[in-house]
Nanobody, 113 residues
Framework: QVQLVQSGGGLVQPGGSLRVTCVASETTFSINRMGWYRQAPGKDRELVAAIGSERSTYVDDSVKGRFTISRDGNTVYLDMNNLKPEDTAVYYC?????????WGQGTQVTVSS
């Protein structure tokens, strides 16, 4: 069982920056894939970015050039720059490990003036 604890996020004006962090309880083995999803009101949860244990990355086109995913061991970060109102959503950390998916508690990111 892997527990994911998220921190960061909050309220920011358009054009601003935020970081969200996710720390996994698994400390012995490297988690295969970690990533960030988001869910806006009335919409499906969508993949924003992911990073493998070998540091290969995927970033969705909607945030490419503005968001960066990185990891240090089993801690994953999402740095969000030039935020737009359409980035407003609950952001969820995801970890794929041992043929299972685990989820963080969710963090609200609100982009508004």
């Amino acid at each position: 069982q892997v527990q994911l604890v998220q921190s960061g996020g909050g309220l920011v004006q358009p054009g601003g920056s935020l970081r969200v962090t996710c720390v996994a309880s698994e400390t012995t083995f490297s988690i295969n894939r970690m990533g960030w999803y988001r869910q806006a009101p009335g919409k499906d949860r969508e993949l924003v970015a992911a990073i493998g244990s070998e540091r290969s990355t995927y970033v969705d086109d909607s945030v490419k050039g503005r968001f960066t995913i990185s990891r240090d061991g089993n801690t994953v970060y999402l740095d969000m720059n030039n935020l737009k109102p359409e980035d407003t959503a609950v952001y969820y950390c995801n970890a794929h490990f041992g043929f299972k998916d685990y989820w963080g508690q969710g963090t609200q990111v609100t982009v508004s003036s």
